[in-house]
């Protein structure tokens, strides 16, 4: 079963037009150790970090291992255009790692830039992210502790306007 998360942009009313899927992967240290960790995304304009997810690590195969945890969805309250608009002020998306089981302070953060991700209308405003990306310290010091994969997509309801209405007039 997915957490649901903050619904994106933060403080927006309105019906869902879609949600965004996360998932935290394979945290491993600065020698490639795999490490038990959680994460938090923080959105550009939200209050309080509110999901705090187990990192997952792939299963070692023939020991049995489950991979548990790790997903998120985001509902989405605004038109796709509107999201990409959001998410390309935002720029960067910030992940607070902790060690597991510790949250009253960060071990690190990866900071991503998420506009190379981005795909606007031909794409039908997809997110699409996954990757491995560095986690430093802290936002001052830099010194990479790890790396992180994470996994980002949208999913547009059947409702949510992909086109604009010119356009669909056009074809």
């Known amino acids: 079963m997915r957490a649901v998360g903050t619904s994106l942009p933060p403080h927006v ?53 489950v991979s548990l945890g790790g997903n998120v969805e985001f509902p989405i309250r605004s038109s ?37 991700f981005l795909r606007g209308p031909d794409s039908d405003y997809k997110l699409q992210l996954d990757g491995y990306f560095p986690v430093v310290r802290s936002h001052s010091d830099r010194m990479v502790i790890g790396q992180l994969r994470l996994i980002l997509h949208t999913e547009w309801s059947e409702h949510a306007e992909l086109r604009s209405k010119q356009a669909w007039f056009l074809t």
Not at 51 to 60: A, D, F, G, T, Y
């Open 80 to 116: 796709p255009k509107r999201f990409m608009a959001y998410i390309q002020d935002m720029q960067f998306l910030r992940v607070h790692i902790y060690h597991a089981g510790q949250t009253n302070k960060p071990m690190g953060l990866c900071e991503i830039n998420v506009l190379p």
């Open 13 to 65: 009313p309105g019906n869902i037009q879609g949600w965004l899927h996360a998932e935290l992967l394979d945290f491993t240290d600065a020698v490639g150790a795999a490490q038990p960790a959680q994460g938090a995304l923080e959105w550009w304009g939200q209050d309080t970090v509110d999901v705090l997810l187990e990192v997952k690590h792939p299963p070692c195969p023939g020991r049995g291992e």
